[in-house]
């Protein structure tokens, strides 16, 4: 398998150079256990909404509405959430100021049950998710996909780099790259494939003391001519 260091050489010379690479990287510095550990689990439900929501729409569209979102969904309360009544959906479905998403606001109430669950397994949701190993980032995708609603493909990972939780994401570049490097031979979509991928990954992180984020990056950054 390329060094990493190669990888990130041929990133930089893409980029502009190592400094021009490493200030890109560090719009996305994940954040320390301790302070993931520390959030507002109505925090991590407002951004599992977030993304959710995103999907399929403009992202300029639902950041003009964020203000609507968060006071139809009383500040993502997973309690007010988990417990939403057939009335309080029906009011839902005829705000305006929110996207009157059926599905997606079911999946808002399925989400704030995940997390009270988490809650009630780890002392907190955000202890959960601080807690994780990023050795196993796979393993939590599939927690996500599992137990959370709406939240597999990026949607998951995006989130994830939301709160900041180190993710790899598959994009069609990240996965270019991974194909390029002979890690595997086409998107992953089984286990199997994910464990290769977390395998490089791990082995990345190794060997440059990177965090999956910022290798998931410099992947996605080092294709093209």
Not at 8 to 31: N, Q
Not at 90 to 113: C, E, H, P, S
Request: charged share 25%; glycine share 8%.
């Amino acid at each position: 398998m390329t060094p990493f260091a190669d990888i990130f050489a041929r990133a930089a010379e893409r980029k502009g150079g190592v400094e021009a690479l490493e200030a890109m990287l560090a719009t996305t510095r994940p954040r320390p256990p301790a302070d993931i550990a520390r959030m507002r689990d109505d925090r991590i439900l407002a951004e599992m909404t977030r993304w959710i929501f995103y999907a399929g729409f403009t992202w300029k569209v639902i950041d003009d509405k964020w203000g609507a979102f968060e006071e139809a969904f009383w500040r993502f309360d997973p309690n007010a959430c988990a417990f939403m009544t057939d009335d309080q959906f029906g009011t839902l479905m005829q705000n305006r100021g929110i996207v009157r998403n059926g599905a997606k606001i079911k999946a808002v109430q399925a989400n704030g049950k995940f997390l009270l669950d988490l809650e009630a397994e780890h002392g907190s949701a955000a202890r959960f998710f601080a807690d994780w190993p990023d050795s196993d980032h796979v393993g939590l995708l599939d927690v996500l996909k599992k137990r959370a609603s709406h939240l597999g493909g990026d949607a998951a990972g995006r989130f994830l780099r939301a709160i900041g939780k180190p993710a790899f994401i598959t994009t069609r570049d990240v996965v270019a790259a991974l194909v390029r490097e002979g890690v595997v031979s086409r998107a992953p979509g089984g286990k199997r494939d994910l464990a290769l991928v977390q395998a490089a990954f791990n082995a990345w992180s190794t060997e440059s003391g990177r965090d999956l984020t910022a290798i998931s990056r410099v992947l996605a950054m080092s294709i093209g001519e």
